[in-house]
């Protein structure tokens, strides 16, 4: 089992995470999505990465797992989706913050950032924000936060809108019915893979508070077109054509946003990271970190 550690990133922030591979090697961070733990970067995954030569950084961001949670309560969804979110609320500027005092922690200059999903909303932030601490980003299944693009189904927010499990059993349950609406459909579905994280994300935290004020960040940052057009970091943008989580319209609208990006699109992907699709992620990933065309092999 990896070790987890935990880093002081400032302004009473505290965040787990893990280190696989070689201690020296170029740093590539991974960085979760809405409610996500570090667990959601599969082991196996981060291994494949790991073997190619890189020091893989996943963490929890605040408000999950083990990382420092908000004591405030997060406002209803009626009222996210209104704009109606606390003036003392963080936002993805925070989040990003956070992700740059982590490198600060880890003492590393700059690092090759991977989001996923709010991940990636992280890691653009982080471009904009912070462009000397990173040296390529990958965001993968994201948006651009424009109002017309990159939004769940219908039939997502029915699901994201059920009771909070109260039991292990619960989460894991409600995982596999969350993940087989808005995973791969294109790849084979391991559900018993997506219950056993479950499981283990829950005895790691039980809180479902912190899902509701990461989503209020995501609302709060509002349409970052206008600053994402200023990012001049190698940016790679992967999406699935079978997301209903975040509509693949939202890869596409980022791609058109940043300048100089690449985009790839992957048959049959949903809004997870299925081991069907690993050697492939793996290999656009790596392949941009080492300046490569996205589809030669690293």
């Given amino acids: 089992?990896?070790?987890?550690?935990?880093?002081?990133?400032?302004?009473?922030?505290?965040?787990?995470?893990?280190?696989?591979?070689?201690?020296?090697?170029?740093?590539?961070?991974?960085?979760?999505?809405?409610?996500?733990?570090?667990?959601?970067?599969?082991?196996?995954?981060?291994?494949?990465?790991?073997?190619?030569?890189?020091?893989?950084?996943?963490?929890?961001?605040?408000?999950?797992?083990?990382?420092?949670?908000?004591?405030?309560?997060?406002?209803?969804?009626?009222?996210?989706?209104?704009?109606?979110?606390?003036?003392?609320?963080?936002?993805?500027?925070?989040?990003?913050?956070?992700?740059?005092?982590?490198?600060?922690?880890?003492?590393l200059p700059s690092a090759h950032l991977v989001g996923a999903s709010m991940g990636g909303m992280i890691a653009q932030t982080v471009a904009v924000q912070f462009p000397s601490r990173v040296r390529t980003l990958t965001s993968i299944m994201s948006t651009t936060g424009a109002r017309k693009v990159g939004r769940p189904a219908l039939s997502t927010w029915a699901l994201l809108a059920g009771r909070p499990p109260r039991t292990r059993a619960e989460a894991a349950a409600r995982a596999v019915r969350i993940f087989r609406h808005i995973g791969s459909h294109g790849f084979p579905f391991d559900g018993d893979a997506v219950g056993a994280r479950a499981g283990e994300a829950w005895d790691r935290d039980r809180s479902s508070a912190g899902t509701g004020r990461q989503l209020a960040a995501i609302y709060a940052s509002g349409d970052r077109t206008r600053e994402l057009r200023e990012v001049r970091v190698p940016t790679l943008v992967v999406h699935g054509d079978r997301d209903r989580m975040v509509h693949p319209s939202g890869g596409r609208v980022t791609h058109e946003t940043i300048p100089g990006s690449r985009l790839v699109v992957i048959p049959g992907l949903g809004h997870d990271l299925p081991v069907g699709a690993w050697p492939r992620l793996a290999q656009l990933i790596a392949g941009h970190a080492q300046d490569r065309p996205a589809d030669v092999p690293a």
């Fill in 1 to 107: 089992m990896t070790e987890e550690r935990f880093a002081d990133v400032g302004r009473g922030i505290t965040l787990c995470y893990t280190e696989t591979g070689d201690p020296g090697g170029p740093p590539l961070v991974l960085v979760a999505g809405l409610g996500m733990q570090l667990l959601s970067w599969p082991t196996g995954f981060r291994d494949l990465l790991a073997e190619r030569g890189y020091r893989v950084i996943a963490f929890d961001n605040r408000d999950v797992g083990r990382s420092t949670h908000a004591d405030y309560r997060p406002p209803p969804l009626t009222a996210i989706l209104r704009g109606r979110i606390p003036p003392d609320a963080y936002h993805l500027g925070d989040l990003a913050r956070d992700t740059a005092g982590l490198l600060d922690a880890l003492e």
